[in-house]
């Protein structure tokens, strides 16, 4: 009976949360919080969106390097969708993607600054040149450590580039950023792309009609301290490739990939009502390749299991090794298995708010034993079960952990902040 309500406990936290409510929720203290400033009481409790319209939208497009500032709970597109989740979009126009010597890619919305605690975060765009990346890293946002709540996380790729090629940040105007010149890293963060000032649930993200997909793109110093404002650290697992040719790929359709998604997205966001926007923003200006073909009609909603953090972030290497094996799914290599396929039914009715049965939370619960890569802080097992993962001499897997408090890649905190 015990084994029984430990399994219904562990189902329950995981599920709907509970557990990382209830470690949060253990500690309590007999000073109070402070209220927050008299504007942000009102806003929280009359909020007032800024729409976001055709013509800005057009503005920014017409721009060759735009910057902007955007108010993070503020502003939103039509649908309601948040403008700080806008994806990462290509300007193939400007870019000598096929100079393979000193050519580069200019990306646009890049998150490379702000200030989170005031809710602004600013958006530029980064010149990217080819042949500039010296390792890959899949990388796993923990929130816990421990107990059931440690199975609650995110996944995202992390690019690091030569230190004597690294991408450059550039302003309005076109020129390279005086105070904040080169990018030594950048993450790509596949999420859930919800309206602003709102959370994510699972129970919602099972239903691929809540949310869209999106391909978010941050300076790594910016996206660590999101991270670390949040109270997690970084588990790094560097990806073991043949060459350095291979990671340039990997960040190549990776960008593909991204821009690919984003231009059916925002189609999508704009409600059909942006049709001079629209005509801006085809996939057809993509660059015909063996990505863009592979993904002319895939699904691009967000789906919790299927088309989530980890499986997008894992599919990107799995397309590349297929695009290196020339389309080939694992006959000379083990493939790595991004996707666990068809879950449960309980998954399915639960989402759509229909009766489960005990038994099909069970079998829920044995079937996300089975598969246990649906977890963040086990989203590396298929990489280790297709060999490509760093090991050391005793071919145990390289992880090492970065935390705002142990030390980052930028140096310690009490070095940089005085």
Same mark, same amino acid.
């Given at each position: ?196 000032? /709102? #959370? ?8 691929? +009609? ?5 391909? @978010? =793109?941050? !300076? *790594? ?109 694992? /006959? #000379? ?8 396929? +068809? ?5 399915? @009715? =639960?989402? !759509? *708010? ?65």
């Amino acid at each position: 009976m015990k084994t029984v309500d430990k399994k219904k406990c562990v189902l329950k936290g995981f599920f709907v949360g509970v557990a990382s409510v209830v470690l949060l929720g253990g500690c309590s203290s007999s000073i109070p919080v402070g209220e927050p400033l008299a504007r942000v009481q009102e806003w929280n409790k009359h909020p007032v969106y800024n729409k976001h319209t055709e013509k800005q939208m057009l503005d920014w497009l017409k721009q060759k390097t735009p910057r902007e500032t955007v108010y993070t709970p503020e502003d939103r597109w039509p649908n309601e969708f948040a403008v700080c989740m806008t994806p990462l979009l290509i300007n193939w126009k400007s870019s000598k993607w096929k100079d393979q010597t000193n050519g580069f890619v200019l990306v646009r919305n890049v998150q490379i600054g702000g200030n989170p605690i005031r809710g602004r975060a600013i958006y530029g765009t980064v010149r990217i040149p080819v042949r500039a990346v010296e390792r890959v890293e899949l990388v796993v946002v923990r929130y816990h450590l421990k107990g059931p709540a440690r199975r609650d996380g995110h996944v995202q790729l992390r690019f690091v580039f030569n230190k004597d090629h690294r991408p450059e940040i550039l302003n309005a105007n076109g020129k390279q950023d005086s105070t904040q010149p080169f990018a030594d890293d950048l993450i790509i963060s596949w999420e859930s792309w919800r309206p602003s000032n /709102t #959370k994510w649930e699972f129970v919602k993200g099972l239903n691929p +009609k809540e949310y869209a997909l999106t391909a @978010r =793109i941050y !300076l *790594g110093c910016q996206r660590f301290l999101n991270d670390s404002l949040r109270g997690a650290v970084w588990d790094c697992y560097p990806l073991k490739l043949s060459d350095k040719k291979t990671a340039d790929l990997l960040l190549w359709d990776a960008l593909v990939m991204g821009d690919l998604v984003a231009r059916k997205s925002l189609k999508q966001i704009t409600n059909n009502s942006f049709k001079s926007a629209q005509s801006k923003i085809h996939p057809e200006q993509v660059p015909d390749g063996f990505i863009k073909d592979l993904l002319k009609n895939a699904d691009i909603s967000y789906q919790a299991l299927n088309r989530s953090c980890i499986s997008m972030a894992l599919a990107q290497i799995e397309l590349t090794m297929r695009r290196i094996d020339q389309g080939n799914t694992g /006959t #000379k290599r083990t493939a790595i298995s991004y996707s666990p396929g +068809k879950p449960p039914v309980w998954f399915e @009715r =639960i989402a !759509l *708010g229909e009766k489960r049965s005990i038994g099909q939370a069970f079998h829920a619960l044995f079937w996300a034993g089975e598969h246990e890569q649906i977890f963040p802080y086990k989203a590396y097992l298929p990489l280790k079960e297709a060999g490509l993962l760093q090991t050391d001499k005793k071919g145990k897997i390289i992880k090492y952990r970065y935390g705002h408090k142990i030390g980052s890649p930028y140096g310690k905190l009490m070095r940089n902040l005085m």
